[in-house]
């Protein structure tokens, strides 16, 4: 199946902090002079590059005063060690103290938790933090699709498609969305709707392999199988190596198309 994944845990790194700084008890934004900010964009960067390093950087500052950049940064660092849950609870903690403060960012640290309970594998959670995050900034397009992969991972493709639909108005030219929605229409049946979204999609990015991955798979389902191997092939092609291109492989592997 498509979908192969929620939006990229790179927007981890979307906090900023100046935001968080206005968010500490006590501090005023302008407390956090460049060389602070730039401590925190060295952590962070640390923490991505290196994550045992940045984590044990990011825990020396938190006993300095760090605050919630230098926990924003240590959760980074879990995240590139492999301990999401402890990351998602580190995330989701530091998204409720915010909540009153910073509803806006309290709403992207929610998604970031809910990256990581993903990641877990613990999409009960993750459906949480994502409801959590979505109350308070309910047009966060990214946080809609994030919320439409873990339905569609529990199977309710109905509740998926409704993110989808908001997600795609809010942000019409976003090609992943109108990939995202092809696979929810193909779950419930709806290959008219899946194919055109597809086909929209690659209007948009005509080197967007998972894309190219649904439109294949619709295809197949209508009996297309020359149109099948081709889009699987161009996948293949454009994305070697990703999910995208192992999955297109494994179902050009299974067709049998005569020449």
Known sequence: MAMTGPVSLCRLLSLTVAALAAAMPGARADQFDAEREQ?????????????????ETALTWEGQGG?????????????????YQEAAAQLESLAAGLADKQPALAAEAFGQAGQ????ANQLAKAL????AGLKLAPEDVDLLVDRAFTQKSLNEFAKALDDLNKAATL?????????YRASAYRFLNRLAD????????LVLDPKNA?????????????DDAAGARADWMQAIELAPGTPAGDLAKANLEKLDVKP
């Open 194 to 201: 899946a194919r055109a979204d597809a086909d929209a999609a």
């Open 171 to 179: 942000d019409p030219n976003r090609s992943d969305i109108l990939t």
């Open 116 to 119: 990581a309970w993903t990641s």
């Open 210 to 222: 998972e894309a190219l991955l649904e439109r294949g798979i619709i295809r197949r389902l209508a």
């Open 67 to 83: 605050g919630d950049p230098a926990h924003h940064c240590a959760a980074v660092a879990l995240i590139g060690l492999g301990k």
């Open 128 to 131: 949480a933090v994502q409801d």
């Open 39 to 55: 401590k925190y964009q060295d952590c962070m960067a640390q923490a991505q590059r290196l994550p045992a390093d940045g984590y």
